[in-house]
Structure formats: C-alpha cells, structure tokens
C-alpha cells in the first residue's frame, strides 16, 4: 500500500509525459494531477497510464487543475517552449517560458503554497532563479533538475569507458545545464581511484578520449534533438530521481540547481552545485575543492547565467 501522496506535473508535453510515466512506474505516488493548457492532452495521458495501473499497483493519475493540487507535497513544472532543431540553445527560450512561468508561479503560490517545486523547462537555471523570484515559498524549497542530466549522461559515458556500471563512477558536471557546464575532473573517481591517476580495469588514462567523452554529454541534447526532435526519458528519471529524494527524506547528495550561497565566490544566481536533498528540499551544501580550471569555469557559468537573467525582466 503507497502512503497517500499527491505529485503535480504542470506541462503534460514530452518531459511531463515522461516524468509521470516515471513516476508512476517507480509508484512515488498514490496520486498524480497532470496539468496542461490543453486539458484534453492531459486527460488523454492520465487515461493511457490507468490501463497500466493493473500492472503497477493503486496508483492514479488523473488530469486536473490547480485546486487540484492543493494537497500536493511536490510539483513539477514542465510547461514551456522547448528547443525545436539543433541550431537553438536553451538560453534562447528564456523570454518566452518567464511568461509562461509568471502564470504558472501565481497559479501555485494560490492553491499550492505548501508544495515543493522541481523546475525542469529550459533554461532551468535562470527558470529555478526566477521561480524563486516570483514564488512566496522559500528558495530551498524550489529546485532546478539542472545538471543531474548532464552528470548521468556523463557518467553513463565513463562506465561505458572503463567497461564499468556508472553507479560505480563519482564524477559530477557543475554550473549551468547547458553550454557553459563544467566538468569535474579533479576529483572523479572509480572504485576510489581518481580518473586522472588511471588506469582503471587496465585501461590508461586518455585525456583527449576524456575530453571528447564530456563534450559527447555536454552536447548529448543536441544530439538526440537533431534525431529525434526532442530529449524526455532520461530527464522522466532524473525527476523521479530528485522525487524520490524529497519523499523518502533520502538526503541524497545530487548535482542540481539551486541559489549560490557564495561559495566559489558566486551568489545571486542559481546552477548546479552539489547539495543536500530531502524532505525539506536543499538541505545542505557540499563544497569539493576545485582546480583553478574548474573555479574559473564555474565563475564563467554563472557570469552566462546571471547576464541571460539580466536580460529578461520579470
Ligand atoms: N531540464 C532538463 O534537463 C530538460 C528540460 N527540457 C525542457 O522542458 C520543457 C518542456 O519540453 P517538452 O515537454 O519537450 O515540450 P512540449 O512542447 O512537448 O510540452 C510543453 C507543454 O507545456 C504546456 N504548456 C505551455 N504553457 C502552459 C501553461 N501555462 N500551463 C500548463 N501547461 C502549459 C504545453 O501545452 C505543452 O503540452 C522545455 O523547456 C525543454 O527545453 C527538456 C528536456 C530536458
Ligand atoms: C533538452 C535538454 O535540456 C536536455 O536534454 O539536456
């Protein structure tokens, strides 16, 4: 039996279709509202997953309204413009979702004060920004999917490498979930032996193959966008992810987005660090020490950040 709980997903496109398969797949819910501005796309997916209910367990998914989610402990904004070819960055949808977000945000912050939120439209880092902007409810309390996308990716490229299982890779992108994210090499790690130091499993340290193996996941978006038009099942698990983080109380250490605090000398912006997740939402910070390299990028991702936010007034 699943403990009563309600999730709300406003945005029943691609990701939000795939993030409440997610959910209810791994049953993280007794009930899921989707919300959409096409109502009727958000009945017809809550009724595709109901027939799979038999095989799942009591879990329901229903489409519903915002005083539908009165009740609900999270939810999960998805709405939005997304990036239609491999040509359009993220930063480039930010005028448009702000719109859609300032709508959205008063929307919540009337019938559902008391939810956690999980931003995962684009840019997610200036959107989790200004979320926190606009929303009544505490900063900890509204958190971007930023980089754990690009950290499972990279790390799923990595086990590949070593011929490993990626749970076994500690390695972390930091910063913006887009062009300007950093990898963090200084202080990734298989089986406790850092990745510069190799070999790992007989393999040698090859910077030029690491090198290419981040920018594979950096670029992992574009790549999948110019096949298949848009990215949605990974970012449905990464939510689950983070989901069940805050439900389980799990105080997960997970790379996503929230407001800097000054660490690394950076603050009034948010991006990827690694923090502290759980019932409550950050609950706390990791700080690793850096190189230099990878402190100036985290510096470079922030200043793109807080410049596109900039830009936009809200
Ligand atoms: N954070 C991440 O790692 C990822 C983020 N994304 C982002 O997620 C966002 C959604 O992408 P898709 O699902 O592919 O787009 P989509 O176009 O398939 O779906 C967007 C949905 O939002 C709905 N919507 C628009 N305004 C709304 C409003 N005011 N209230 C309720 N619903 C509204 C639309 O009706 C549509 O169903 C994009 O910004 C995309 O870039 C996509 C993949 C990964
Ligand atoms: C679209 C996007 O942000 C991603 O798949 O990384």
């Given at each position: 039996m699943i403990q009563r709980r309600t999730i709300g997903i406003v945005g029943i496109g691609n990701v939000g279709k795939a993030a409440a398969y997610a959910l209810f797949n791994q049953r993280l819910a007794s009930e899921i509202i989707l919300n959409d501005?096409?109502?009727?796309?958000?009945?017809?997916?809550?009724?595709?997953?109901?027939?799979?209910?038999?095989?799942?367990?009591?879990?329901?998914a229903r489409a519903g309204h915002y005083a539908d989610m009165a009740d609900a402990q999270l939810i999960v904004i998805s709405a939005g413009a997304s990036q239609k070819s491999p040509d359009e960055t993220r930063l480039e949808l930010l005028e448009r979702n702000v719109r859609i977000f300032e709508q959205i945000v008063a929307q919540l912050d009337e019938h559902a004060p008391g939810a956690m939120l999980v931003v995962a439209t684009n840019p997610v880092d200036v959107l989790t920004y200004v979320t926190q902007e606009l929303s009544e409810r505490?900063?900890?309390?509204?958190?971007?999917?930023?980089?754990?996308?690009?950290?499972?990716?990279?790390?799923?490229?990595?086990?590949r490498h070593y011929g490993v299982d990626p749970r076994s890779v500690h390695a972390y992108i930091l910063g913006e979930h887009g062009d300007s994210e950093v990898p963090i090499w200084s202080n990734a790690s298989i089986g406790n032996q850092r990745i510069k130091e190799g070999p790992i499993n007989d393999i040698a340290f090859d910077e030029h193959a690491m090198q290419q193996l981040f920018e594979n996941a950096r670029d992992a978006a574009y790549q999948i966008i110019e096949r298949k038009g848009h990215t949605d099942t990974a970012i449905g698990v990464v939510i689950a992810r983070i989901v069940r983080a805050v439900i389980?109380?799990?105080?997960?250490?997970?790379?996503?987005?929230?407001?800097?605090?000054?660490?690394?000398?950076?603050?009034?912006?948010?991006?990827?660090?690694?923090?502290?997740?759980?019932?409550?939402?950050?609950?706390?910070?990791?700080?690793?020490?850096?190189?230099?390299?990878?402190?100036?990028?985290?510096?470079?991702?922030?200043?793109?950040?807080?410049?596109?936010?900039?830009?936009v007034t809200v």
């Open positions: 501005l096409d109502h009727k796309r958000a009945e017809g997916e809550a009724m595709d997953l109901m027939h799979g209910q038999m095989l799942v367990g009591n879990v329901t505490p900063a900890e309390r509204i958190i971007g999917t930023g980089t754990l996308l690009d950290t499972a990716r990279f790390r799923a490229l990595l086990g389980e109380d799990q105080r997960s250490v997970l790379p996503v987005s929230v407001r800097a605090n000054g660490a690394y000398g950076i603050r009034d912006v948010c991006l990827s660090l690694p923090a502290v997740v759980g019932r409550h939402g950050i609950a706390g910070r990791v700080t690793p020490t850096l190189s230099t390299t990878e402190h100036e990028g985290l510096q470079a991702s922030a200043t793109v950040l807080k410049e596109s936010r900039e830009g």
